[in-house]
Nanobody, 121 residues
Framework: HLVESGGGLVQAGGSLRLSCAAS????????MAWFRQAPGKEREFVSV????????DYTDSVKGRFTISRDNAKNMVYLQMNMLKPEDTAVYYC????????????????WGQGTQVTVSS
């Protein structure tokens, strides 16, 4: 069970920090990712972090602006978003996947309900 929070309305250039709370003792064995979906578009990969937190990956459009992190003691995953742009506007989803691969497709086992991020110009 995944629950996202932290979305909202922000001006271009601003920052937001998304949080994802996960339930279950197996959390630390899952790779965790963030995806987003803008109106009329397909859901797209944003970032992924390995179960240890040692490895991360980002889509090119957010590299240098977004940072993914996790706290396995708290069963939490975060997405720090800086220098936000209007094109970052979307519903952001947290996802969990069991297995060692750092997957960037939507083939994840568990999904949250999403949190809206709106960036005004």
């Amino acid at each position: 069970h995944l629950v996202e929070s932290g979305g909202g309305l922000v001006q271009a250039g601003g920052s937001l920090r998304l949080s994802c709370a996960a339930s279950g003792r197996a959390f630390k064995t899952f790779n965790m990712a963030w995806f987003r979906q803008a109106p009329g578009k397909e859901r797209e990969f944003v970032s992924v972090i390995s179960w240890t937190g040692a490895n991360t990956d980002y889509t090119d459009s957010v590299k240098g602006r977004f940072t993914i992190s996790r706290d396995n003691a708290k069963n939490m995953v975060y997405l720090q978003m800086n220098m936000l742009k209007p094109e970052d506007t979307a519903v952001y989803y947290c996802a969990a996947r069991l297995g060692p691969e750092m997957v960037v497709t939507t083939t994840y086992d568990y999904w949250g309900q999403g949190t809206q991020v709106t960036v005004s110009s």
